[in-house]
């Protein structure tokens, strides 16, 4: 299926194709900050709509993670890395997506701080 997201004020606007069967919440310290809610997918299912350069990035502690955000609203709408294998890996923020039950959602729990 493919699903459409984008931050709030649309200034990133992305597709992402995939079978949302879930989300992860982890409680590290940027996401517990941010309240995201994540869906991994391999990077090339995540297509963006608008220019790479419309989403700022941030980075810390081993600068494994490239926290994808928008600059004029804040929203997170999703991280790029790489999973254990060395594969290319998007978190997709599910909060971001359009249409998306939230609570009929499964959540994984993941304890981020024992990192």
């Not at 995540?46 to 609203?73: G, V």
């Amino acid at each position: 299926m493919t699903y459409t997201g984008s931050c709030h004020c649309g200034g990133i606007r992305f597709e992402v194709d995939g079978d949302l069967d879930g989300a992860m919440a982890c409680n590290c310290s940027i996401c517990q900050r941010k309240g995201s809610l994540l869906w991994f997918v391999p990077r090339d299912r995540l297509r963006l709509l608008t220019p790479e350069d419309a989403a700022a990035t941030y980075t810390f502690n081993r600068h494994a993670i490239r926290h994808r955000f928008c600059a004029t609203c804040g929203i997170h709408p999703f991280g790029e890395g790489t999973d254990p294998k060395g594969q290319r890996m998007a978190a997709i923020n599910v909060r971001c997506l359009d249409g998306v039950d939230l609570d009929a959602l499964p959540v994984h729990r993941f304890d981020g701080r024992a990192l």
